[in-house]
């Protein structure tokens, strides 16, 4: 559930000098989706649902660029289309499809056209659609980012890395969990 309605905090005195950006983040404490407009001064945002406040690191925001996540301690951010990725795979699945269909029954016009019609829909895509900033440890997504091509594009060796610390950190978790002693005795009848 997205809402627009999380709590900025910022000085927006100078008109001049505010950018505002997009950022759609999970909140740490509830976990629910939030959406916020952040300009360049901003020093806070809350969580429309639990009211949770997330102070934005000195620095993170300069002019407009993000120089890291602003919803938790990663630096490890990437360049993305943004286009829902299944939305993306279901079409060219369904242009394959298609055209496999049309060689089945020997319409080779079609089968052609059919998976030219389907590279020219992703094309089109892939230039209309914008860009936006992803991070890799919590899946923030920060939309109207100036400069983001300065972060990169996707990188598996970043993405695997952050896997594998989250991974070993619910193992983590979870064995200190299960170390810790019963606070209450339990009584058998």
Same mark, same amino acid.
């Given at each position: 559930? &997205? ?5 900025? %905090?910022?000085? *927006?005195?100078? =008109? ?6 997009? #950022? @759609? ?19 806070? &945002? ?5 009211? %949770?406040?997330? *102070?934005?690191? =000195? ?6 660029? #993000? @120089? ?122």
């Amino acid at each position: 559930m &997205m809402t627009d309605d999380s709590k900025v %905090h910022s000085d *927006q005195s100078n =008109p001049l000098r505010f950018h505002a950006m997009n #950022v @759609t983040y999970s909140c740490p404490k509830c976990e629910s989706i939030n959406q916020a407009e952040i300009g360049d001064d901003a020093t806070a &945002m809350s969580c429309s649902h639990c009211e %949770h406040t997330l *102070q934005i690191p =000195p620095g993170a925001l300069n002019d407009g660029k #993000v @120089t890291r996540c602003l919803a938790c301690p990663s630096a490890d951010l990437f360049v993305r289309k943004d286009f829902p990725q299944r939305l993306g795979v279901t079409l060219v699945t369904i242009g394959l499809l298609g055209s496999s269909v049309a060689w089945a029954y020997g319409y080779l016009y079609w089968t052609f056209g059919i998976l030219f019609a389907s590279a020219l829909v992703d094309l089109l895509l892939y230039a209309l659609v914008p860009n936006a900033l992803m991070c890799y440890h919590c899946g923030a997504m920060y939309r109207g980012v100036r400069n983001m091509e300065e972060h990169g594009s996707f990188s598996l060796e970043v993405h695997e890395r952050h896997r594998q610390q989250k991974i070993r950190l619910a193992e983590l978790q979870h064995a200190q969990s299960a170390r810790q002693p019963i606070s209450q005795p339990i009584e058998m009848d």
